[in-house]
Structure formats: structure tokens, C-alpha cells
Nanobody, 126 residues
């Protein structure tokens, strides 16, 4: 079994930055495709970013609205994945979820990741 625990959420003003972290525990004898989703109040959960396993290139993908502002990265030695969020706007307010998948980022991007964290809240205010 795999557990994901997010951290780093909080309150920030428009234009500010936050860095989210997600720690993978449990079965860490292998690595996973990783990603982030978010869910704003009253809205559907949406894909934010994904990163493939380092062994196959660590390729990244982003939802259009975060391209150029958010950066996903991973540190396999620490079993962690990160989301650096810059130039935050009011529309980025949401609960952010870490996702892991044994097969690949395609599953993550369509919301079918194998494992999900409990989420960390990000509130952007003016």
C-alpha cells in the first residue's frame, strides 16, 4: 500500500508563491508517476501537473492555466514530489491533492491515479 501526505499549503496574497510537498510512504521500493490535482469550492477536481518516473525521463505536463507559473519536480531519494507555485491568483484557491500511479502519467491526467493524498489547502487573497 502507498500513502501520500501533502504539506505546504496555506494563505498567500495574489502574486505570491507557495511550494507544496508530497511524501510517498509505504511501498517505496519502486517509483511512481506523480501528479497534482486541485479542487476549488463548488467545482470539479481538475488536473494541475504530472511528472513521469525519472527512469523514463521525468517528463512533465501542465494544465494550461498554470503553465509558466507552476513547476512540478521530484526527488526520488526522498520519495517526494513538489509543486512550486508562483504568481498565484485568486483562481488558484483550492485544495491540492497529490496523486501517484503505478502505470504512468496518462492515468493521472485523466484522474485515475492509483493513490491519492488527503489534500492541502491553498487560499489566495487580494
Amino acid at each position: 500500500q502507498v500513502q501520500l501526505v501533502e504539506s505546504g499549503g496555506g494563505a498567500v496574497q495574489v502574486g505570491g508563491s507557495l511550494k507544496l510537498s508530497c511524501r510517498v510512504s509505504g511501498r517505496t521500493d519502486r517509483t511512481y508517476a506523480m501528479g497534482w490535482f486541485r479542487q476549488a469550492p463548488g467545482k470539479k477536481r481538475e488536473f494541475v501537473a504530472s511528472i513521469s518516473r525519472s527512469q523514463i525521463g521525468g517528463n512533465v505536463n501542465y494544465e494550461d492555466s498554470v503553465k509558466g507559473r507552476f513547476i512540478i519536480s521530484r526527488d526520488d531519494a526522498k520519495n517526494e514530489v513538489y509543486l512550486q507555485m508562483n504568481s498565484l491568483s485568486l483562481e488558484d484557491t483550492a485544495t491540492y491533492f497529490c496523486v501517484a500511479d503505478e502505470r504512468g502519467t496518462t492515468n493521472i491526467r485523466v484522474g485515475r491515479g492509483d493513490y491519492w493524498g488527503q489534500g492541502t489547502q491553498v487560499v489566495v487573497s487580494s
